[in-house]
């Protein structure tokens, strides 16, 4: 990356003028110290570094600090300048030029880490009940738990995804009961579902299953004896439309993990075992109390209650550890800002157990507010919702995709559909769908034939320029696109600290910036002209963005990337 060939080079220089005695009295410089930023001002230069924090072991004056230092640096074509205590950096052409041919060498392979210290890693997220559709937070988490799992790939990491499925509560025996009702009404019972119930939450009494208390009836007779089975058949139809949907959203999981499998294996009471072995298990009003708060957590917990019945803690713990059991180095959960408190009892409990805590990760995030005609809709499965499945319907899979992953995961985000269904620039998907499908057009417009007959370029030429892209060519233009080549080299840090800061709303912010900055080169300079070789320059810079777009689109987000609009 530029930068940091830019802070090596200071550093490197900042030993040299030690060694020569120019900095004071300053023996050693710890490197790392310094950081690279932008320059307020971007006359100043393309990076810039504050070397005033040298001077406290220096003992002179920042900007004689700035100037020694300069004196060391090996520049090339680079420029280098002094201002105060800032050391100014402005990239020359060669770094420039070599960007974008390494661009068209590595291609899809571009801004993809080497040298980086990888990890298998199961990335857990979305696990919800299969008591109903999915709502509109369920798809948050699969749009950036995919997100997070195809920049994590690309970064160089093995990922796992993997789907827990929440069917061994009480929650499955409330969804065949709420189904018997749907059933008795399709019959032409007079029936409706309690409402001191509904209160309690002992029934779903959403529309969602009234097509699956049809379909059961196509295939059987009236309602059976056991309510078991009514919860078995209403479980697989949710999950099948869950998995149906999540397809169409693009989310592909490797494995969905069935908590009753968990429990029929015995691994849940192995752990408790375990933990009671240890001694770290006590009782008190006749529950099974774990003793989390001896590894962090703010009070101890109940993981057996006294009737017998675990809590929902006991199957989480007994599911981590059988992660780390599979080998993973590391598990990575989305969770709801609503589970803040239980990732210390979760990670208590992996410690407890003789496994480092720290291999577990968890990213907890804030909801979704749905924005229809400027107002608020609220969700919920006991009510009529507005599902996911409705919102893909209304806006389609890519405006949901980014939309849904285009906010920090910790910050709250309004959904506004008219503004996802629009086809301007206001619209952020749009936005950056246009810029890739304006790139392809004049890649279409060059081979196109005039009115003399010719084209601009025949397709063995593009195809040349494509194939055999040489570092001079961009030559021409680079004084024209300096800010777009600068912006392209920066993919290479985006998917850096992205990865390692499992971040994927800053994949959004950044396509939509380099779309700001090639809409802004389009309309400031002419791509096809008779210049043949600003021509070839410029349609160098058109594939090259093309390319970043088409890749973070595609491959990270998951959202197409048109070639028409």
């Known amino acids: ?51 005033s924090s040298l001077a406290r072991f220096a003992k002179i004056a920042p900007p004689q600090i700035a100037n020694s230092i300069v004196e060391y640096v090996q520049k090339e074509d680079n420029e280098y300048s002094v201002i105060g205590g800032f050391i100014n950096f402005k990239a020359g052409y060669k770094l420039l030029s070599n960007l974008v041919e390494e661009i068209f060498r590595k291609n899809k392979e571009f801004g993809k880490p080497e040298d980086v210290e990888t990890e298998k890693i199961l990335l857990e997220y979305i696990s919800a009940n299969p008591t109903g559709p999915f709502h509109i937070g369920h798809g948050r988490w699969a749009s950036m738990g995919s997100v997070l799992a195809n920049l994590l790939k690309f970064y160089g990491h093995e990922v796992y995804q993997e789907f827990y499925i929440n069917d061994a509560g009480s929650q499955i025996n409330k969804l065949g009961n709420s189904l018997a009702i749907r059933i008795r009404q399709e019959l032409g019972e007079d029936v409706d579902f309690p409402a001191d119930e509904i209160e309690r939450k002992n029934f779903y009494p959403g529309d969602y299953l009234i097509p699956v208390a049809k379909k059961y009836l196509e295939t059987h007779d009236g309602l059976p004896q056991d309510v078991k089975e009514l919860s078995d058949f209403a479980k697989k139809e949710m999950e099948d439309l869950q998995k149906a949907l999540l397809d169409n959203f693009r989310v592909h999981f490797d494995n969905f993990y069935s908590e009753l499998t ?59 550890i059988d992660k780390l059991e599979r080998g993973f180095d590391r598990m990575i959960n989305i969770w709801g800002a609503d589970h803040h408190g239980y990732v210390a009892r979760v990670k208590a409990s992996i410690e407890a157990l003789g496994y480092e805590p720290d291999k577990l990760e968890v990213l907890l995030g804030q909801l979704v507010n749905l924005v229809i005609d400027g107002n608020e809709v609220r969700m919920g499965k006991r009510k009529n919702m507005v599902t996911l499945d409705d919102l893909i319907d209304e806006v389609g899979v890519d405006a949901t995709r980014f939309w849904m992953a285009m906010r920090n995961i910790d910050t709250t985000l309004d959904f506004d559909i008219e503004l996802a269904k629009k086809s301007t620039d206001e619209n952020p998907v749009f936005y950056v769908q246009y810029a890739h499908a304006r790139a392809c057009s004049i890649l279409r417009n060059v081979l196109t034939k005039r009115d003399d007959g010719q084209a601009p370029m025949t397709e063995d030429e593009l195809k040349e320029l494509i194939e055999n892209f040489a570092a001079g060519m961009v030559l021409p233009t680079i004084d024209t696109a300096r800010k777009l080549i600068l912006k392209l080299e920066e993919w290479k840090s985006v998917i850096k600290v992205s990865a390692e800061t499992r971040q ?5 912010r950044y396509v939509q910036e380099l779309a700001s900055e090639f809409h802004s080169f389009y309309n400031a300079n002419r791509v096809i002209s008779d210049d043949k070789d600003m021509m070839r320059a410029r349609i ?17 987000l998951a959202v197409s990337a048109p070639e028409r609009m």
């Open 504 to 508: 994927v709303y800053t994949i959004c």
């Open 540 to 556: 160098a810079l058109v594939w090259s963005v093309k390319t970043v777009l088409h890749n973070a689109l595609e491959d990270i």
């Open 262 to 320: 968990l429990h029929n294996s015995g691994k849940v009471e192995e752990c408790v075992n375990k933990l009671k072995s240890s001694g770290k298990i006590y009782q008190k009003d006749g529950a099974d109390w774990f003793k989390s708060s001896d590894y962090g957590d703010d009070q101890d917990r109940v993981i057996k209650k006294a009737d017998g019945s675990n809590t929902y803690l006991t199957a989480d713990i007994a599911y981590h």
């Open 1 to 51: 990356m530029i930068k940091d060939y830019f802070i090596n080079n200071i550093e490197i220089a900042i030993e040299k003028a030690i060694k020569d005695g120019k900095l004071g009295a300053m023996t050693e410089y710890v490197k790392g110290t310094l950081v690279v930023e932008r320059p307020k001002n971007a006359d100043f230069g393309d990076y810039a570094v504050n070397v």
